[in-house]
């Protein structure tokens, strides 16, 4: 599976940014899909994860509210729909597939085995 994120960009707090991971492969929708988000000298912290129907979704108590992750099997995508915008919220964003149980889908970047190549989202207060 391959995978590429895009729709980073400037906004102001306050503001919305949609960000798109399309997916290659005839096996992506056998994944549950996330995104990461990662500040310069920080960890990758977990943001979102949608299962792979598209029916169950997980979100980081810092995002919950403000952000939706859904998912277009009939296009191999998945997006992330980021409103209400914090400046805290700047980092890059990455998408990320995994297999591991539902249960452990929002444990950590280290359980997911394919990922993309990441967008930047800067928010300015």
């Known amino acids: 599976v391959q995978l590429q994120a895009s729709g980073g960009g400037l906004v102001q707090a306050g503001g919305s940014l949609r960000l798109s991971c399309a997916a290659s492969?005839?096996?992506?929708?056998?994944?549950?899909t996330g995104w990461f988000r990662q500040e310069p000298g920080k960890e990758r912290e977990f943001v979102a994860v949608?299962?792979?129907?598209?029916?169950?979704?997980k979100y980081a108590d810092s995002v919950k509210g403000r952000f939706t992750i859904s998912r277009e099997s009939s296009k191999n995508a998945v997006y992330l729909q980021m409103n209400s915008l914090k400046p805290e919220d700047t980092a890059v964003y990455y998408c990320?597939?995994?297999?591991?149980?539902?249960?452990?889908?929002?444990?950590?970047?280290?359980?997911?085995?394919?990922w993309g190549q990441g967008t930047q989202v800067t928010v300015s207060s």
């Open positions: 949608i299962n792979r129907s598209g029916g169950s979704t």
């Open positions: 990320a597939a995994t297999s591991v149980v539902w249960g452990a889908a929002n444990r950590g970047p280290n359980l997911y085995m394919y």
């Open positions: 492969g005839r096996t992506f929708s056998t994944y549950h």
